[in-house]
Each structure stands twice: as C-alpha cells, then as structure tokens.
C-alpha cells in the first residue's frame, strides 16, 4: 500500500530531477510488481511447502527494504535541497515519508521472514 501511494505521488510530482526521480518510481514500481506476484504465488499455492521459497521471500525483501531506503533517502535528500519552495513540493514530501514507512514495511517483513526461514 505504501509503495504504491509513493508511486502516485511521485508521479503526480513535479519532476525537476528525472535522474532521481526515475529512481524512486523504479523502485516503487519494481517492489509493487514483486509484492504483487509474490503474493499471487503463495495465494496459488505455487510454493508447494518448499523450504525455498522462505529463502527467496527473505532475498525479495532484503532487496526491497535496500531499495525502498536508497530512494528514501534520495527523496529526502532532494527535498533539503528545495526547502525554500515546501509548498510546490508537498507531494514529494509524501512520498518521502511513505518511502521510509515503505521502507519499515519491509524491514519488519524480512525479520519475520527471517524467522520463519530460521525454523524451516
């Protein structure tokens, strides 16, 4: 979910960076994709119990949680760097903060992953 209100307000941001900005839209869309088919496959029951799969569950969030936190803090970082025109740059503000509750998401996911990698 919060990968996905980063998406949109990103996209409905004004881009002065493309660079950077390209950057946390790849993330958000790659780590949206990967959440997505994730899902679908253990709701399908794709996984068949293998003990694999927990291994490759605690990889795509380890992955998310570096990715979500470099874009966090590439949108912050750009944000200080206007901070004379907050008010033109509000919808980026809400992605930073959604980037890094994205971001913690991920990362209390990996620690139950881990866990659960650890008693398989």
Not at 15 to 40: H, N
Not at 93 to 104: E, R
Request: aromatic share 16%.
């Amino acid at each position: 979910v919060f990968g996905g209100l980063v998406w949109i307000l990103v996209a409905s941001s004004r881009v002065p960076f493309p660079i950077l900005q390209g950057w946390v839209m790849f993330v958000s869309v790659f780590c949206f994709v990967m959440s997505i088919s994730l899902l679908c496959f253990y709701v399908g029951g794709v996984h068949g119990g293998s003990s694999s799969w927990v291994t490759l569950d605690v990889i795509c969030q380890e992955i998310a949680a570096l990715f979500y936190l470099s874009a966090a803090v590439l949108e912050a970082s750009f944000l200080s760097l206007f901070s004379s025109a907050v008010h033109i740059y509000q919808e980026n503000i809400a992605a930073s903060v959604f980037a890094f509750l994205a971001t913690l998401v991920y990362v209390i996911h990996k620690v139950f992953s881990l866990q659960r990698w650890k008693s398989s």
